[in-house]
């Protein structure tokens, strides 16, 4: 009977030490997916050429995040109805551009996505 408790203590033992050993693994498996887009289906780009950002803008592809796209995208643009921030936002809410991509350190990127729809709404 002894010698089946040690047997039994040990197993346990071994249970305990393995099941503390693989959860806080998967609780920074948990932590590192929450740091992309919960609902995205790919990963993210961590960058995306602003110029391309400004091209999928004015060709309509956030129109689902509220920016539309073509005659109305330029209107709105000249307006000061869509911003480059919008515009980034929009691309991170598309999971096109990851959410680590943080505008706080990259200010000038939203200004670079700016200009680069100026330049594609002069040569319109």
Request: net charge negative; aromatic share 10%.
């Amino acid at each position: 009977m002894k010698s089946l408790m040690k047997k039994s203590a040990s197993w346990l033992s071994l249970i305990v030490v393995a099941t503390l050993t693989v959860f806080p693994l998967s609780v920074s498996a948990q932590n590192k997916q929450s740091d992309w887009q919960e609902d995205c289906l790919i990963d993210a780009e961590d960058y995306v050429e602003p110029n391309m950002l400004a091209m999928m803008a004015y060709r309509g592809a956030f129109a689902e995040e509220g920016i539309p796209g073509y005659v109305k995208f330029k209107t709105e643009f000249r307006s000061g109805g869509v911003t480059g921030e919008q515009i980034v936002n929009a691309a991170i809410e598309n999971c096109m551009l990851s959410r680590r991509y943080t505008l706080e350190r990259n200010s000038a990127y939203v200004e670079d996505v700016e200009n680069q729809v100026q330049y594609l709404l002069r040569a319109q």
